[in-house]
């Protein structure tokens, strides 16, 4: 395994696509600030952002198995490039509905928002297996760690930025030159893309039904005792632990900081994660790798417990800066067992169950977080949900011994 913090970045393909990986998050974390703070602006309901977090998880659920059996039986660059489309397509309708936003809000409602929000959802339920799934073929197996640090480090790069961006953009030029903005920066990610050759592989099992093909995904899954457990812990604490989707509750009543604030506290997570990033390019964490993965979840609870209490701006922001850094490290060490315990041909339905328990856990998790506001109040809510990942986290030790005794370094050295 090699010890050079920057090996995966020593090939180009690589760097395209980890450049590619940046610029759409930004877009896509811009696309999301506007949306989440119209929609709350307009009903002062935390409920809103619950619903809205639904509309994107449903697509996703239901898409993504179907998305990880194409991107294990087509071109992956081709299912990406489609998909990127989609996605500049729904920030062109952002730039246009915005436009006169107010009418169109009184016209209309928060409805168009919600339809958006479930096409954001099906495009990246075949987006994300195909990207996964192809990031693999540009690098030899000995660097997925490192191809997973690095991967990591430029999604939450980009969610620094874009939230940020997205904040001060709507501040500054209106929420229609901001969603413009976005959809450049979709652009340039296909432009990225585009130049990356494909890379075709022959599938096994070519002439299996579309069923036969999703049971042994989620059958290769199911048997893969590390696989399941380090999805399904991550699953949970994102379901349970995550404030996202209250930040714009927490910066308009609790922090009053607006919606400037609003972006500076969607960046902390992803700032705090870029610094751990950093850290694990230099020291990947292969050595107790599972037993790591267990303690930095049960840090991110904690974290999160804090936060809900916090009425300071700044401890608010710390906080949510060190539940970025406790959360890297599980990405990090989640995507490294991924990639490193699963075949190619399986890489795009294994990817698409991750998609579905860690990637919708997300959208599921603000539901979740909306509904739990609306029945318990914000606060209790949040503590609720950062006792219950320190409970599952707890669980996961106990009734899984492979995760927990896991060492990374040992897998990547055969």
């Known amino acids: 395994m090699s010890t050079d913090p920057f090996s995966s970045l020593r090939f180009k393909e690589y760097r395209l696509c980890i450049g590619a990986r940046l610029t759409l998050t930004i877009g896509f974390q811009i696309q999301a600030i506007i949306i989440s703070w119209i929609a709350y602006e307009q009903t002062k309901d935390p409920w809103t952002l619950g619903l809205m977090g639904l509309m994107e998880a449903i697509p996703i659920v239901v898409v993504s198995l179907f998305g990880g059996h194409f991107a294990d039986k087509n071109n992956r660059r081709t299912i990406i490039l489609c998909c990127i489309g989609l996605l500049m397509a729904g920030s062109l309708f952002l730039t246009w509905y915005t436009s006169d936003h107010l009418i169109h809000l009184q016209n209309y409602g928060v409805n168009p928002l919600y339809a958006l929000i479930f096409l954001v959802g099906a495009a990246r339920g075949f987006l994300e297996p195909a ?39 709507y501040a500054w030029i209106g929420p229609s030159d901001a969603a413009l903005f976005s959809f450049l920066m979709m652009f340039s990610a296909a432009l990225f893309y585009f130049f990356i ?32 457990s ?55 964490p292969v050595k107790n790798s599972g037993k790591l993965m267990l303690i930095n979840v049960g840090l991110f609870g904690v974290s999160m417990i804090l936060f ?107």
């Open 131 to 169: 990207v996964n799934a192809f990031a693999t073929q540009l690098i030899p197996f000995s660097l997925y760690a490192n191809a997973a640090t690095w991967s990591s480090s430029v999604w939450q790069l980009g969610a620094v930025i874009g939230p940020a961006a997205g904040g001060l953009l």
């Open 197 to 228: 050759r494909s890379k075709p592989f022959k599938p096994t099992n070519s002439h299996e039904s579309i069923w036969q093909s999703l049971r042994e995904g989620i059958r290769f899954v199911a048997r893969k005792q590390v696989i399941l």
């Open 308 to 414: 809900a209490v916090s009425t300071n701006f700044w401890l608010s922001f710390s906080l949510l800066l060190l539940s970025g850094m406790f959360d890297n490290v599980s990405v990090v060490i989640r995507l490294t067992i991924i990639q490193s315990f699963t075949p190619n041909e399986m890489r795009g339905r294994v990817s698409s169950v991750n998609s579905i328990f860690v990637g919708a856990s997300n959208e599921i998790g603000a539901f979740e977080s909306g509904l739990a506001a609306r029945l318990m109040k914000l606060i209790p809510s949040v503590i609720f949900g950062g006792v219950m990942t320190v409970l599952v986290v707890m669980a996961t030790s106990k009734f899984a011994p492979k995760l927990r005794e896991l060492h990374l370094k040992d897998v990547l050295n055969h």
């Open 230 to 284: 380090a999805i399904t812990l991550d699953m949970f604490a994102v379901f349970f632990g995550g404030a996202v989707a209250m930040l714009p509750v927490f910066a308009e009543e609790i922090l009053h900081v607006g919606p400037e604030g609003l972006g500076y506290l969607r960046t902390a997570p992803a700032l705090g994660a870029v610094i751990m990033a950093i850290i694990q390019a230099y020291y990947p």
